[in-house]
Structure formats: C-alpha cells, structure tokens
C-alpha cells in the first residue's frame, strides 16, 4: 500500500542556516529516516522546497513552490527558519522574482502560511525575532507569530526554539503534525511551544541545582559550583536539554562548563549580555493578551 505523503514547504528567511545543519545532523531518527522513510508508520515527508538542500535552483524550484501552495492548499506544513524583516515594505529581504522585480519575504510568508495546514517557526529566529530582531533592529525583524497575527492570518502556528533548535525537538513536532494534527492549545505554552519539549525548566533538572541550594557559586569558568553568578539563564529557561543533551546525547552547555544562555526563550540575545548576572528587573518574556491574543512584552515573574 502506498503511504500517504505530507507535503512539507521549508522556507528560509533572516537566519544563519544553523536550524537547517542542526537538524540534517539529527541521530534517531536519521535525516535520510525522516525524509526518505515512513517517519510515522503510513505516512512520508515529501519534503517539495529547502532553499539549502535542494538540487533544483531558480525559476523551476520557485515554480514548485507556488505549485504546491496551490495544489495542496491546507495540506502542506510550512517550516519557516529565520525572522521576518518587514522593514521598508520587505525591502531587506526578497525570495523570487515576478517580472523582474523581487519578491518580499513578508508577501511570500503571507501567501505560503495562508493556506498551510500549520506553520512550524523553526528557531529562535523564527520564534521570536532572534538575532536579526535584536536592538536597534534596523530591519525590522520579527517572529512569524507576530508578524501573522499582524495580518490577522490565523493558521496554527507551533514555535520550536533554539540557537540552533536541537533536531528532537524539530522531528517530534512534525511527527505530532502527522500524527495527530496541529497541536491542541493544552499541548503548547503561554507563547505556542510544545509542552513536550519547553514545559521543564532547566534549574529544576540541573546537574549543579545542588550547588545553588547551599549557596556556592562559581566566580571564574572552570570551577565548581552553581553557574548563576556566570550569567546562567537556566533559572527562567524551559527545555528540556537537561535530559536530553545534544550532539546525539553527547553533551549539552552546562555540563560542558558554560551557562546556559536561555536561547529558547524571547528576547535571549536582547536581555544582557552573555556571561552576565541576571537581575530580575531585566528579565522580560512575551505574553498573550487576554483580551486581544496579541503577543505583548510582559515582566518576568519568579513562581
């Protein structure tokens, strides 16, 4: 019998093409698992545009593009990896041609979420801005929650976080979405991440928690103790790479000696600098409005 194919348009923005090698790298599944086999049983990843991986350039690679928005509308995922530059009408930033003129980011983002089954914002960068969003943001960049909700476009959208995003979290997202379908609302967070992955905050699963219980910080890298006073993030972080580690379980940034950096969280690269003390009065999250379900800049607030 032959499986049932999920179209899967990835589409890359303003970023650094770091989510892409993170997840090429993935483990188990294997990369060639997930595009070739059934990464679910009955079901193949028509994996149909990646800007990165594809063979095919140009006109006939864009021409697929839009034949697959067309032909399987509210059948396709759209993974998009990379902020949204809205600035100058999209001048910062085109994918395309139409007539010889370029065609913005932000109008092709629109058209290709529109009509998707869901949209995957794979990263930091596509979470929440990232980098290319961080001050004084000359070109505008920002999350693709905040710039559909902008335009009033209510495809689902699924954050995965991350500088880069560990492949797991990545492969478990789209395995829910032919699973099941996109993500009910008590399977994501306050800000749209599956609970799966982002519902465990980091301090609470650290190797060095016992070390912050009785007081004993590390003042220089290398040395023994709790990471706080070294700028560790880990206290108002949720993921879950305490228990699940990178580079294929190898390691992950706390038990290698370094803070965490709280790179799944909103405003990570704007908050202060890295290797520096938190102050509560710094931290800053996003938050849903009640009333509006518009993504607003709230205070952090300690449980």
Same mark, same amino acid.
């Given at each position: ?26 483990? *188990? ?48 995922? /759209? ?128 190797? !060095? ?16 103790? %709790? ?5 560790? !993030? ?21 038990? *290698?000696?370094?803070? %965490? ?16 003390? /938190? ?25």
């Amino acid at each position: 019998m032959k499986p049932k194919e999920q179209p899967v348009i990835w589409f890359q923005t303003a970023s650094c093409s770091g989510c892409s090698v993170s997840v090429l790298n993935t483990v *188990s599944p294997s990369i060639k698992n997930v595009l070739v086999d059934e990464v679910v049983p009955g079901t193949h990843v028509n994996l149909r545009f990646h800007p990165t991986v594809m063979a095919g350039q140009g006109e006939p690679a864009l021409e697929v593009l839009e034949e697959t928005a067309v032909h399987k509308k509210g059948k396709y995922v /759209l993974v998009v990896e990379g902020a949204i530059p809205t600035g100058e009408e999209g001048a910062f930033g085109s994918v395309g041609e139409r007539e010889e003129t370029p065609i913005p980011m932000t109008e092709q983002v629109e058209n290709l979420a529109r009509d998707a089954l869901a949209v995957v914002a794979l990263g930091s960068c596509a979470a929440y801005g990232g980098i290319p969003a961080a001050a004084p943001n000359p070109t505008r960049a920002m999350g693709v929650q905040e710039f559909l909700a902008a335009r009033d476009l209510k495809t689902p959208v699924i954050n995965v976080p991350g500088c880069p995003t560990h492949p797991d979290w990545f492969v478990g997202t789209l395995s829910h979405l032919l699973l099941f379908g996109p993500f009910q609302p008590e399977e994501l967070d306050e800000i749209g991440r599956p609970k799966a992955f982002y519902g465990k905050l980091i301090h609470d699963n650290c190797p !060095r928690r016992a070390y912050f219980e009785v007081g004993k910080f590390a003042k220089h890298f290398g040395e023994e103790g %709790c990471l706080y006073e070294l700028g560790c !993030r880990g206290p108002i972080t949720y993921a879950d790479c305490p228990l699940r580690h990178w580079n294929g379980g190898a390691n992950w940034c706390i038990d *290698s000696g370094s803070p %965490c950096i709280g790179c799944v969280e909103p405003d990570f690269f704007d908050l202060v600098p890295l290797y520096e003390r /938190l102050g509560e009065e710094s931290i800053l999250v996003l938050r849903r409005d009640a009333e509006t379900s518009k993504l607003r800049v709230g205070r952090w607030e300690a449980e």
